[in-house]
Structure formats: structure tokens, C-alpha cells
């Protein structure tokens, strides 16, 4: 046992006598190398550097998004505020979010994915901050429909009791996802085996062919409403597509969520500023500047609807 | 000054005189300023490392800090002018007066004195390195055997003789720069800088990892030497690291006749050796045995 | 060394704190009568820009309510924007004519008295014959230094701490009764007693420039961030000492607003070389110091080219320490390899075969 335990404790010591030694490397003879080669490099620089220095075509994707990200640490001294940095941006943000570990539509489409309808993209960009993007992407039939809509975290994923109550607005660390009628169960929308089926997708693409590809994104886009849910049939005092009561809104958010100032304001943007944008399953009126697009594309298959509409 | 018995037996077994409480005390001050000194001396060069703070922290912060590391500094800066002082001396006392009188003082003389010292390397200690190596890559199973230091003491001794000459001096200067920039060009603090802050480093590596492997952490002494506490060094200990040494000691006290055979190399520490090695003896077996007549041999303090 | 500030593991704590505290009233201020906090208090208002840079259009209520510009209207920088809905806003100018009146001067406030500072100063795009310097696209702007600043005020009752002292707000009361002016005036006074920034934040600011080596070569000069951080200044900033001095305490005349930083020949800048004596020996820093103490190169690199003397000892040093640490932690990994396998030998192997 003793000699067991003495051999253990040898074996130890030397990984912890290797460890040492890299750190003396690390500490000593690299830091010689380093600077040898910064030197080189700084030499290039200067000399090539001067005429296209705004290349951008160079700029690696090291350079351009993995070192995008930047963060700083305020020290105020009563408090201590820390946050993400943005280049050129001036307001403090002190606010942040995780990225939605669950979504499998922003592995593609990202957390800012609405980006085509110029004038609203930061609108739906914050709504879906806070509202996943089954909610509005997909028309359930008569049958899958459930109005049941629940908060899931963020992070987890786990449906979680409602966030809304007492913090600031859109500040939640969760989103809203839809419920659907699958084989009689109530199930969410983005079900374990969508969530699979994207992320193997997402894992095989490479060594697909162009055809099964398109079948695989097919698939995954199957059920995605060509017609957004609008803004209306949320914002609205008449029967909104979403509880927003059973959603833990407290009255006082429901009204300022449908008061004149935001309805009225949805109004001026669907009527002046882009008409039939907002709705664009419609036949336009007038011809529109710019045809008719989905604001997003990424939506899971829906279930096939197997039990008869209950209403919940 | 009390007189220091070469050969101590307590419970039957014999230890060997190193260091007198002088000594002992000497490198307890020295330890205790090194390990605080590299305490509050670290948070500032790695200033940027996650534990920087929680240890500047610990030390009193950014004010309290550079304050114990100065008196500390002071302190061991003390103890090593008190050392030099002593060893000087020490030397000039016993070696040098007794030659004049003898009236042989002249240069070649005390040179010769001055390389005897025991801790001054000599050729021995190159012969055992390469000796070591050579045991080290299992090119033979003995190990050197060690004279009264060996040359793993003496790099223990030196290094931080010329660390505290060199940390302690450019201490000195950044702590009284403005004083001392009335006289160097301030580009000297530079230097200064890099040579306290590198060469503690050195030193702080040295000690905390080869030092303390040596006396704490090897599989000979774990889990501490007890040496630098009681100034005596076990006969099992003595036998490995110090035989030359041993022999010469063990003769001189007569007990020519008690004195173990060499270790051969590293004492196995799994207590059943394995039936074919015939040449490494085993000391363990062999350093039970003349216990009993030790106390025949009489001699005790 | 980066001089970067520092993130612990619970980077997400701070927003959990700000989600159980309730806003505080923001009618206290009312720097939001255009109402655009309607939309742009939702933090995910946020678009990708036609460049590919993120564009935040969330604007955090609370926290700008505490900055300098707590009082000002969104109106009154963003002053393209006079509708709801509004078109995409353009940059701000930092030099319009604020609303609010200075009170002493009872004019309107503006920050053109900067960009003048900064037209003559070693940031200007325009070199002195008003030629436009190579470049010039490098020289900073205001938003490249600042950010929203905020309050960091100081509270001197019994002792100097950071924060709000409710005793001298007592005493304020005595006379005001408004309590927005009081919390305004009693944050502006007591963070313009000392520094705005903290040291390191100070030095973060100027290494986005002066520490980035594309720019740094581009301009010809040297690492001054980097080598900051590694003084014993720096390195105080570093574990968040306020004593210490940052980029600006130095390249600052004193009395002199920030912006008025000027190169090393220029006569005027602290730095020259006639100068540089005194700001080491300044009444609050190194009192007495000779001449020679300013000499000190606080911005040393380890450069083979620009510093060879500093190179070349710092060199000694690495590899005096790898050259004896590296011998020795093989002797010690052989010593533990040859105590696990004592009967291994060269020797014996041949015997064998």
C-alpha cells in the first residue's frame, strides 16, 4: 500500500515537475522567441503597411468576429460596470443576456436574424429577444393549435414560470414558445427530435450533396408560415394571438403593450412608411418597392396534427 | 560558545552534527522573509493574472503591501550583512590569525584557505553532477557519493547569496530612487527594475521547487528534513547523501568499525526488493542491525 | 502584459442584480419627454449594420440617467430626429448647442471649446501648417475616448470613500429642496475632485489606440499602453489603485484640460524634455527628484531596436533564469523517474540479451 502510494505521489511530482518546466518556458525562452518574431513581424508592417491599409479583404475571420466581441469593466467605485464593448457606441449598456442555448434557428440565422425589411428589422430583432421564433413563423392549423404558450429559459432551455413581473421590459432571460397538440399530448413546439435533426443537419452539411441539402432544409423550413403572424394580432385589445395575461403580463404591461401609442405607431409604419410590409401575404394595393418577403425563414416542421383542436 | 558533539545517539540511533543554533536561526529569518517577500513581491509582477488581487489583497492592499515588502527586505538585507559579517570572521578568527602567528601569512596561503572552504565548489563537486547524471540516465546504479556539502547545497548556498546581493542592492535603489537618482541617471531604475524583479523569480522558482524538493518533497526526506530544526542529520540520511563525509566523520570519532556500508543508489522505498538485483544492496536491512552496539560504544554527549 | 480589465466568473451577475432592482422613478430626471424609451428601452432593439458591425439602439435608462448626460434630452444630441417614427438616425455631434444653459457664462452649452483643444493639440488631423497629417483617419474622435461618462462620485464625511454621502446630502437639503439638482450638483462636484476614470480605465482608453500595433507602426510610435503596465504605476493601475498616475497625469499639463496633450518636441507638452523634471517631482508624486529621475523611461519596451540596452539585459536575466531552472527541473524529473523504477538499468538490459 505504502509503496503503491509512494509510486502515486512520484508520478504526481513529475507531472507537476513537467507543468513547471513549461511554465519556466512559457516564462523564459518563448518570451525570448516571441519577441523575436513580433520584431519580424512589426518590421513587415511597416514597410508594407502604408499603401492598403483599409484592405479589409485581408482582415481574417479571427480578426473580424472572434475578436469582435470586446469587453470593459467601468470602475465607478460605488459600483463596478461591466459590459459588453461595441465599437463607436456610446450609451452604456450594463445589460446581458446569454446567448438562447435552445434555438435551433439561430445556429444559421443568429440572434439579430431579421435584417430584410429595413425599417422595422431592429422592431423584430427586439421581439425576438424575447419570443422565439416559432411563435410568429409558423401558421398552426385548427388542429395542432393549442394557445398555450410558456417561457423557456434562455440557458437551460426548461420552461420556466413567467419573468415578466417586476423586471424592466424585454429585459427577461427566457422566451415565449408555443405548444402544440402532438398525439394527443401537449408538447412545445421545438421538440428533442427538431432540435436533432437540426443540429445533425448542421453537423453533416458538409458531406451532403447539394441535393440532400435542399431536402434537409426543406425539412427543417417544412412548416414555416409564408405569412408572418403580425404585428396587429398581438398588439390589439381584441382577442391577441397571445395570452398575454396567462403569459404573466400584468395589466398594466398589457395596456401599455396595446395602447394607442404603440398600436398607433405600428399604423404609421404599415401605412406610410411601408405599405403591405408588415402583412406581406396580402395582395399589395399599390405595386410595392420591394417584393413581397418572409421576414424569417427558420422553422421546424410542425407536428402533424393528430388529435382533434381543444381549446385550452 | 557551546561545543557542538559531531556524533549525537538518541534511541540508539546516531545523528550527525550540521549546524550550530546559529545557523539554524539564520535560515529560519531567511526563509520566513523569502516566502513573505515573494508574497507581496508577485501580485506586482504578475499584476495582471487573475490572483494578483485576492493576494495584494491579502497583504493590505496597494498601500500596506510595498510596506511589508520593504521591512521584510530590510530585514533579510540585515541578516545578510550579519551572515557575511559572521563568516568572514569566522574565517579571519579561526584560519587566518592562527597563520600569522605561525608567521606562513602570505598570499598563496590564504587562498589555499579560502577555496577549503566547505562551501566553496571544487572539482569533486563537477565529477559528482557527472557522476549523477550518469546514475540519473541508468548508465550505473551508484550513486556519488557526497562529500560534508554536496553540490546541490552549495547551488542552495550561492544562488541565493548572489539573489539577495542582487535583489537586495536594486531593492534599495528603487525604494530610495529619488535619493538615488541624485547620483545614477535614472535609466539605471530601468535595469534596476528587470534585474529585482527577474532574478526574484529565479529565485523564488529555485527555492520553492528544487530547494524544497531536495528537503521536503524528495521520497528520502518526506515529508521534511528535520535538519534545519535540530541541526542533525540522521545516520540513514547522512549514509545517502553525505558517505564521503560519513566515512571521514565516523573514523575520526572511532567507529571505524560501525560504519554502514555505501547506499549504492536511491533507498527503494517498497519494502519487499525484488529478488535479482544483486547490485544494489539494500541499506534499509543493514542500518537496523549494528543498533545494539552502538550503546557499547559509549559515546554520547 | 494587457493592461485589460479584469473579468471574474460571474461576468452574468451583474445583470441578475439589475433585474431584481426595479428601476428607480424615472420621473426623477425626465430626461425622456420625447418618450423614445417607449421602444428603446427593450434591450434587443438591435439590427445588424450594413458594414456587418452590430448596431445596440437600447439605451439603458437607468444607467444614463446616472451619467453626466442624465439631463440632457434625447432630442438634444440626437437632434435629427423630431418625429416618431423616425428615419435611422444620424451620428451625433458631440460640438451642437445643448439646451441647457451654462450658468455661468447663461449661455448654451457646447463642447466646442474640445474640439478646439484638440485641433492644436498632437491628436489634431492637421499638422501645424494645416496640412492634413498621413493617417489622419487614425486621430481620434470624441466617441474613441468616451464613452457615456458616468458620475463617480466621492463621499467626504469622516473619511474619503466612493459613493454618495447621505450626511452631505443633508446638509444640502438644509437650503434645496429640489432633490434632482441636488443629486446632480452633489455627483458633478464631487466627481470632478478627482479622476473620472479610474487609472486602468484611463490607460484602456489610450491602449485601444496606442497599444494596437498596426496603428502603432502606422504612426511610428511605441507601445505605451503595454509598457506602462509594466511600471510599477501600471501595475498599481493594474490591482486597481486610484493613487497611482495614469497616462494623463503625465502628458497633462497641469491645469490644462485633457485634451491638451501635445508631442514630446513641442515645448509645451510635459513630456519635452525640459519639462519632464517636473512632473515627476510634483508636490503629490516624487518630491525632490533630480533631473536625472525624469529619465526614467517609463515606456522601456523590450525591443532589440529601440531599447538594446534594456534588450539586451532583460535578455541575460531569461535566460540566466531558463538556463538554470530548465537543467535543474530535468535533474529532478530523472531523480523521480530513476526512484520509480530503481532496477531499470542499461547495463542489466545487455546483460540479458
Not at chain 3, 430626429?81 to 447663461?106: G, M, N, Q, Y
Not at chain 3, 487614425?138 to 464625511?157: I, Y
Request: aromatic share 10%; net charge positive.
Amino acid at each position: 500500500m505504502k509503496c503503491f502510494l509512494t509510486k502515486l505521489y512520484i508520478l504526481a511530482f513529475m507531472a507537476l515537475v513537467v507543468f513547471f518546466g513549461v511554465l519556466i518556458w512559457k516564462l523564459t525562452f518563448a518570451h525570448l522567441i516571441h519577441e523575436y518574431h513580433a520584431r519580424k513581424g512589426h518590421v513587415s508592417i511597416e514597410h508594407t503597411g502604408e499603401p492598403d491599409k483599409k484592405d479589409i479583404g485581408k482582415q481574417t475571420f479571427e480578426t473580424m468576429i472572434l475578436e469582435s466581441e470586446d469587453r470593459v469593466k467601468h470602475y465607478l467605485g460605488y459600483r463596478v460596470l461591466e459590459e459588453q464593448r461595441i465599437k463607436g457606441h456610446f450609451h452604456h449598456i450594463d445589460f446581458d443576456i446569454g446567448p438562447d442555448n435552445r434555438s435551433y434557428c439561430r445556429s444559421c440565422h443568429g440572434d439579430m436574424p431579421h435584417d430584410k425589411v429595413k425599417d422595422v428589422r431592429a422592431f423584430l430583432n427586439m421581439h425576438a429577444f424575447f419570443i422565439a421564433c416559432q411563435t410568429c413563423h409558423v401558421k398552426l392549423e385548427e388542429g395542432e393549435k393549442t394557445n398555450v404558450y410558456k417561457w423557456y429559459d434562455r440557458k437551460t432551455g426548461d420552461i420556466v414560470d413567467s419573468p415578466v413581473n417586476g423586471a424592466p421590459p424585454g429585459t427577461y432571460n427566457a422566451k415565449i414558445i408555443p405548444f402544440v397538440r402532438e398525439n394527443g399530448q401537449l408538447v412545445r413546439i421545438d421538440s428533442e427530435d427538431k432540435i436533432q435533426f437540426a443540429t445533425e443537419y448542421k453537423k453533416n452539411e458538409k458531406v451532403l450533396s447539394e441535393g440532400q441539402k435542399s431536402m434537409a432544409k426543406k425539412l427543417i423550413h417544412k412548416f414555416i408560415s409564408k405569412v408572418p403572424v403580425t404585428c396587429e394580432s398581438c398588439h390589439t385589445n381584441n382577442n391577441p394571438t397571445l395570452p398575454l395575461a396567462e403569459l404573466g403580463y400584468p395589466k398594466t404591461r398589457i395596456d401599455s403593450i396595446t395602447s394607442t401609442e404603440v398600436v398607433g405607431m405600428i399604423k404609421k409604419y404599415t401605412e406610410f412608411h411601408m405599405p403591405k410590409m408588415l402583412s406581406p401575404g396580402e395582395k399589395p394595393a399599390t405595386p410595392p418597392q420591394q417584393p413581397p418577403v418572409p421576414l424569417l425563414s427558420p422553422v421546424p416542421p410542425a407536428a402533424p396534427p393528430a388529435a382533434p383542436p381543444a381549446q385550452h | 560558545m557551546k561545543r557542538y558533539p559531531t556524533i549525537k545517539i538518541e534511541n540508539g540511533k546516531k545523528y550527525f552534527f550540521r549546524f550550530d543554533l546559529d545557523q539554524r536561526i539564520q535560515h529560519i529569518i531567511l526563509a520566513a522573509t523569502v516566502i513573505i517577500l515573494v508574497l507581496t513581491g508577485m501580485p506586482l509582477k504578475f499584476s495582471e493574472t487573475s490572483w494578483a488581487p485576492y493576494l495584494n489583497t491579502f497583504f493590505g492592499g496597494s498601500k500596506m503591501s510595498p510596506m511589508i515588502h520593504k521591512v521584510t527586505g530590510a530585514i533579510m538585507l540585515i541578516l545578510f550583512a550579519y551572515h557575511v559579517i559572521r563568516v568572514v570572521s569566522q574565517i579571519v578568527s579561526k584560519q587566518i590569525f592562527p597563520l600569522k602567528k605561525e608567521g606562513k601569512m602570505n598570499i598563496g596561503e590564504v587562498t589555499t584557505i579560502l577555496i577549503k572552504q566547505p562551501m566553496i565548489p571544487n572539482l569533486k563537486d563537477a565529477k559528482d553532477i557527472i557522476g549523477l547524471m550518469k546514475y540519473l540516465l541508468y548508465f550505473t546504479t551508484v550513486r556519488p557519493d557526497g562529500d560534508e556539502f554536496t553540490w546541490k547545497e552549495k547551488f542552495d548556498y550561492w544562488a541565493p547569496f548572489w539573489g539577495m546581493f542582487v535583489i537586495g542592492l536594486t531593492g534599495l535603489v528603487i525604494w530610495n530612487k529619488v535619493l538615488a537618482t541624485q547620483i545614477i541617471p535614472g535609466e539605471l531604475i530601468n535595469l534596476c527594475l528587470i534585474a529585482h524583479s527577474d532574478e526574484a523569480l529565479l529565485a523564488a522558482l529555485f527555492l520553492f521547487i528544487w530547494h524544497w524538493y531536495n528537503v521536503h518533497f524528495s521520497t528520502s526526506v518526506f515529508p521534511m528534513g528535520t535538519v534545519f530544526l535540530t541541526g542533525y542529520l540522521s545516520e540513514e540520511l547522512m549514509v545517502e547523501e553525505h558517505y564521503e563525509h560519513y566515512v571521514r566523520v565516523m573514523t575520526k570519532e572511532g567507529l571505524a568499525h560501525e560504519i554502514l556500508p555505501p547506499h549504492g543508489g536511491h533507498k527503494p522505498f517498497c519494502d519487499k526488493p525484488l529478488p535479482d538485483k544483486p547490485d544494489s544492496p539494500s541499506t534499509t536491512t543493514a542500518a537496523e542491525q549494528p543498533n545494539d552496539t552502538l550503546q557499547q560504544g559509549g559515546l554520547s554527549s | 502584459m494587457s493592461l485589460k480589465s479584469r473579468f471574474g466568473p460571474f461576468g452574468h451577475i451583474g445583470i441578475l442584480v439589475l433585474l431584481t432592482i426595479y428601476f428607480m422613478p424615472s420621473s426623477v430626471f425626465g430626461a425622456d419627454a420625447g418618450n423614445c424609451l417607449v421602444c428603446h428601452k427593450f434591450p434587443g432593439l438591435s439590427r445588424v449594420g450594413e458594414n456587418g458591425e452590430m448596431r445596440l439602439l437600447y439605451v439603458n435608462e437607468e444607467i444614463h440617467n446616472k451619467g453626466v448626460h442624465g439631463s440632457v434630452k434625447c432630442e438634444g444630441c440626437h437632434t435629427d430626429i423630431t418625429k416618431i417614427p423616425h428615419d435611422p438616425a444620424k451620428p451625433v455631434d458631440c460640438l451642437v448647442l445643448c439646451h441647457i444653459i451654462e450658468p455661468t457664462s447663461e449661455q448654451k452649452f457646447s463642447h466646442k471649446s474640445v474640439a478646439t483643444s484638440l485641433e492644436d493639440s498632437v491628436h489634431s488631423k492637421k499638422d501645424k501648417d494645416g496640412k492634413e497629417k498621413p493617417f489622419s483617419e487614425d486621430m481620434p474622435t470624441c466617441k474613441d475616448c468616451h464613452d457615456d461618462p458616468m458620475f463617480r462620485p466621492l463621499a467626504f464625511v469622516k473619511k474619503v470613500r466612493p459613493g454618495v454621502a447621505e450626511d452631505a446630502l443633508g446638509r444640502c437639503r438644509v437650503c434645496h429642496s429640489k432633490e434632482a439638482f441636488i443629486d446632480k450638483f452633489y455627483n458633478h462636484i464631487t466627481t470632478r475632485l478627482h479622476k473620472s476614470r479610474s487609472p486602468l480605465n484611463i490607460a484602456e482608453a489610450c491602449a485601444r489606440c496606442h497599444d494596437d500595433p498596426k496603428l502603432v507602426a502606422r504612426h511610428n510610435l511605441s507601445r505605451a499602453a503595454g509598457s506602462y503596465g509594466q511600471t510599477f504605476h501600471g501595475k498599481a493601475a493594474n490591482l486597481l489603485d486610484e493613487s497611482v498616475p495614469d497616462c494623463l497625469d503625465c502628458h497633462v499639463p497641469k491645469g490644462k484640460s485633457v485634451h491638451q496633450m501635445y508631442k514630446n518636441e513641442d515645448s509645451r507638452a510635459t513630456t519635452h524634455k525640459e519639462n519632464r523634471g517636473q512632473i515627476c517631482n510634483s508636490v503629490d508624486c516624487h518630491p525632490g527628484a533630480s533631473k536625472k529621475f525624469s529619465n526614467y523611461q517609463v515606456h522601456a519596451e523590450f525591443d532589440k531596436g529601440k531599447n538594446p540596452v534594456i534588450y539586451w539585459f532583460t535578455t541575460f536575466f531569461i535566460i540566466l533564469t531558463g538556463g538554470t531552472l530548465l537543467p535543474l527541473m530535468a535533474i529532478l524529473f530523472l531523480d523521480l523517474l530513476r526512484r520509480l523504477f530503481p532496477n531499470a538499468s542499461f547495463r542489466r538490459r545487455k546483460e540479458k540479451q
